[in-house]
Structures are given as C-alpha cells and as structure tokens.
C-alpha cells in the first residue's frame, strides 16, 4: 500500500521559508506518477500546489510560482516543498500525495512571529 | 485556468435518502474527474476518479459525467458519508478544485 507522511516545522515566521519533505513508502518515486503538494486553510477548501514528475519536471499554481519550488529525491524516495516569504494567509494544513488516489495525512504550518 | 463549480454548497439529506452532487468545469476535463470526501480533522480520500470507484469505496456511490458536467450520487445516504466532498480536475494544468459540497443531517 502506498504511503506518503509529511515532515517538516509546525511554526514558520512571517518572510521565513517555509520547507516540508514527504517520505514515501510502499511504492517507488522513480517508477511514475506525479507526486505534488495541496494546501488548506483552516475552515475553508483545497489548494493545489504544485506536482513534480519523478524526472523533476514541475508544474506549479500561477498563483505561488512566484515562491514555490518542488523537488525530488529519488535516491531517498521523498519529494519536497519550499514556500518563500510566508506571510499569515499561507497558514493552512499542507498535504502531500500522489495524484490523484493517495495522501498524506497532513501537517499544519502555522505562520506567526 | 480550470475553474471548477460544485453545487450545491450545502445539502440536507436524511438518512436513507439520496444526494446528488453536481460538479461543472469551465473546460473540458475529459474523464480525468476525481471525487474526494473530507471529514472533520482528517485528510481527504478518494471517492471517485475518471468513473471508477476506488477500492473500498461502498457501491452506493456512483460517479458519472464526462467533459464538463459530473454527478456524484450517493444512493442511500448512511452516518458516516455525512461530510463535505469536494470534485478535483487533473486534465489541465493548472490542477483545480471545487469549493466542496458539505452534506449534512437534515
């Protein structure tokens, strides 16, 4: 069965980067599929992202490209986020997955000085 | 960008009865169509996608649809599938959701 768990700082200040890793297990990175990351604030939907394909090419939402990058690393099977200059309305639950069937349970990043 | 429209926001059902959710896309999404279901503190778990239930999914939900009208349909509805699901395209970048239906207890 395929597994995916999110790491990464519960606690982010304002202007930090924000760095998150998901680990997967039960299934390998390099054999396909697109893995990504989706986000949500507290109370309201679902954000997608961004995904990366297990070659390395990305595919980000316009809306964070400006500060979002997603990376891979085969060799340790986990694929990773970095968000740059968080500011309070990226406090949300952020969730890895491999598209479209699997999750991670998702970890909450909190963003305050 | 794929914009996706869930109606409707908010649907009170009784138990036993039946709830049809609707799903529009601004574009075509072909098939490549996925339901999630999300209850409270809990990460999502796919329903649904491109017509094929997933695995161990009761077969009281059905999935229909195909372009940019879909359907789910939960033909009886039991405790536990009170919750908000949300449809999902992953035909075009970039990938979209909908604002999610919440089904509660009428």
């Known amino acids: 069965q395929v597994q995916l768990q999110e790491s990464g700082p519960g606690l982010v200040k304002p202007s930090e980067t924000l760095s998150l890793t998901c680990a997967v297990s039960g299934y390998s990175i390099s054999s396909g599929y697109l893995w990504g990351w989706i986000r949500q604030p507290p109370g309201k939907g679902l954000e997608w992202i961004g995904n990366i394909y297990h070659s390395g090419s990305t595919h980000y939402n316009p809306s964070l490209e400006s500060r979002v990058a997603i990376s891979v690393d085969t060799t340790k099977n986990q694929f990773s986020l970095k968000l740059t200059s968080m500011t309070a309305a990226d406090t949300a639950v952020y969730y890895c997955?491999?598209?479209?069937?699997?999750w991670g349970k998702g970890t909450t990043v909190t963003v305050s000085s | 960008e794929t914009v996706m429209t869930q109606s409707p926001a908010t649907l009170s059902v009784s138990p036993g009865e039946r709830a049809t959710l609707s799903c529009r896309a601004s574009?075509?999404?072909?098939?490549?169509l996925a339901w999630y279901q999300q209850k409270p503190g809990q990460a999502p778990i796919l329903i649904y996608s491109?017509?094929t239930r997933a695995s161990g999914i009761p077969a009281r939900f059905t999935g229909s649809g195909s372009g940019t009208e879909f359907t789910l349909t939960i033909s009886s509805l039991q405790s536990e599938d009170f919750a908000v699901y949300y449809c999902h395209q992953y035909n075009n970048w970039p990938r979209t959701f909908g604002q999610g239906t919440k089904v509660e207890i009428k």
């Open positions: 997955a491999r598209e479209v069937a699997f």
């Open positions: 574009q075509s999404v072909s098939s490549n």
């Open positions: 491109a017509s």
